[in-house]
C-alpha cells in the first residue's frame, strides 16, 4: 500500500510513476477525499478541544463555589452538549472517508524504482545477463518435455482432467519421484548454503493475509476461494510466509529474517486461456520452492540482487542455461518495485521462459500488512521492506531438465548434482 503523506505531498510524482505502468490509475479522487478527511478532522479537532475546555471552565466554576443551576453554567452546557452532537456526527463521516480512501489506496500498485526500465509491455524488458550458453543441446531433434514425459510414462495429462480438468497434470513413477528430488534439493541448497529458514505453512489462508500481500482486492478473480469459509488456497508461498508477522513488530537486531518453504500453488490463471496449454508451464495446481525476506530498508536492493544470486545457484548447479531480466514497468506485479525474472532456456520452443521472479516489495506489504521494526534506543517504529522470488517453480524446472538432457535415444539424463536426491542416472 502507497503511503497517503507520499500522495498528498508529492501527487505528480506519484501519478507519473503510476503512469508509468501497464494500466489506468488515477489519484485525483483520493487527493479530494484526502482534503475532505482532513478538513472534517481540523474541525472535529477544534470541536474537541473546545469541548474540552468547556469542561475545564464547568469543573473550575462548581469547584470555586458557583451553584451547578447557574445560568452561566447553563449556558457552557448546552454550547457542550451541542458541540458534543456536532462531534457524534462528524467522527462517523471521518471514519467512513478514512474507509473510502484506504479502499482506493489499496487499489494502487507499488510505486517502480529508479532503476526499472519504462516501458509498455514484457517487450520493453532489459536483458542483465546470460549464462550457461555451453550447455544449450545441439540435438535439432528434442521432443517439447510433455511428450517426452508421456514416452517415458511419467507425466499423465488425460486422467488428470478426469480426476480435475484441464491445466492439471498427474505425475507417476519417475515423474513423482522426479519432482519430490528437486524439492529436497532446492531447500537442501537454500537452507543450508544460503541461511534460509524452511517453513511448512498453511495452504489456507484468510482474507486479510492475501490483502496483505496485494492479492486482495483486485485479483480475487485469480484465486480459488472456499465458498462456506473466508479461506483461500494460497497463489504461493508468498502470502502466508509474509503473513507470518502481520500486525507485529520486529526487533531491528533480528533483521534480516530468511524464510524459505516448499507449497503446492493454486491459480485460476484469468486471462490465460489459450496460453500454454500443455505440459508443465501453466498450471491451475502447481509446486514451487519460494524465498521470503524481511530486511531493514537501507539493505533491500542489496538484498534483491543477493535473492536472484539464490535462485541463479538452483540453475547454476543443475547446468540449465539461462538469461536475467530487469523487468519493465509495463511487465511489473502489483506490489512489486523492481523484479528480475530468471528465464530458463526451453530447446523445443526455441527461447526463454520465466522459471523465477524476484521482486523488491519495499514497505508497500508491510504498509497492508502492519510489520514494522524497532531499533534499540529510538523512538517509534518502521515499515520492514519485503522480498519475494520464486527458487525455484519446480514443475518449470522439470520441464527444462526433461528438455536440455533429452537424449538422441529418447532418455532423459538426470543432472549430476540432483543424482543423489533422484537415485538414478538416466531416465
Request: with cysteine.
Amino acid at each position: 500500500m502507497l503511503d497517503i503523506k507520499q500522495i498528498r505531498e508529492n501527487p505528480q510524482l506519484v501519478q507519473e510513476r503510476l503512469n508509468s505502468r501497464s494500466g489506468k490509475y488515477d489519484i485525483e479522487p483520493i487527493l479530494q477525499l484526502d482534503r475532505q478527511q482532513r478538513q472534517l478532522e481540523g474541525t472535529r479537532s477544534q470541536l474537541q478541544a473546545r469541548s474540552n475546555e468547556i469542561g475545564k471552565i464547568v469543573g473550575q466554576k462548581l469547584k470555586s463555589g458557583i451553584d451547578a443551576q447557574d445560568p452561566e453554567i447553563q449556558v457552557l452546557r448546552d454550547e457542550g452538549n451541542s458541540v458534543k452532537a456536532r462531534l457524534s456526527e462528524l467522527e462517523p463521516q471521518e471514519k467512513d472517508l478514512k474507509a473510502e480512501i484506504a479502499q482506493l489506496v489499496l487499489a494502487l500498485p507499488n510505486l517502480p524504482s529508479d532503476s526499472t526500465p519504462i516501458g509498455k509491455s514484457e517487450e520493453d524488458n532489459v536483458e542483465v545477463r546470460r549464462w550457461g550458453d555451453e550447455y544449450i543441446p545441439q540435438n535439432p531433434n528434442i521432443l517439447p518435455h510433455w511428450e517426452i514425459g508421456e514416452k517415458l510414462g511419467i507425466i499423465n495429462v488425460e486422467r488428470a482432467v478426469k480426476i480435475a480438468q484441464s491445466r492439471f497434470v498427474t505425475l507417476i513413477g519417475a515423474g513423482a519421484a522426479l519432482e519430490r528430488a528437486l524439492i529436497q534439493f532446492m531447500l537442501s541448497i537454500h537452507t543450508q548454503q544460503a541461511g534460509y529458514v524452511e517453513v511448512s505453512p498453511p495452504l489456507l489462508v484468510n482474507t486479510d493475509s492475501l490483502t496483505g500481500t496485494g492479492q486482495l482486492p483486485k485479483f480475487a478473480e485469480e484465486s480459488f476461494k472456499c465458498a462456506d469459509d473466508d479461506l483461500w488456497l494460497i497463489p504461493t508461498a508468498e502470502v502466508p510466509l509474509t503473513n507470518l508477522y502481520r500486525g507485529e513488530i520486529i526487533a531491528a537486531e533480528d533483521l534480516p529474517i530468511y524464510y524459505c518453504a516448499y507449497t503446492p500453488c493454486f491459480r485460476r490463471e484469468a486471462g490465460s486461456y489459450g496460453r500454454d496449454m500443455r505440459g508443465l508451464i501453466r498450471l491451475h495446481q502447481f509446486n514451487k520452492v519460494e524465498l521470503v525476506k524481511f530486511v531493514q530498508p537501507s539493505s533491500s536492493f542489496d538484498e534483491l540482487e543477493k535473492l536472484v544470486g539464490n535462485a541463479e545457484a538452483i540453475l547454476q548447479a543443475l547446468q540449465l542455461p539461462y538469461r536475467v531480466v530487469n523487468l519493465s514497468t509495463g511487465d511489473l506485479g502489483f506490489s512489486s518495485t523492481k523484479t528480475y525474472d530468471l528465464e530458463v532456456w526451453l530447446p523445443s520452443s526455441g527461447k526463454y521462459r520465466e522459471i523465477s521472479s524476484c521482486s523488491n516489495i519495499i514497505d508497500f506489504q508491510a504498509r497492508r500488512a502492519d510489520i514494522r521494526f524497532k531499533e534499540v534506543g529510538k523512538k517509534g517504529t518502521q515499515f520492514v521492506h519485503t522480498l519475494n522470488g520464486s527458487g525455484l517453480a519446480v514443475g518449470r524446472t522439470m520441464a527444462a531438465i526433461l528438455e536440455n538432457y533429452q537424449q538422441a535415444d529418447g532418455t532423459v539424463r538426470i543432472p549430476e548434482a540432483l543424482q543423489p536426491y533422484f537415485g538414478q542416472e538416466v531416465l
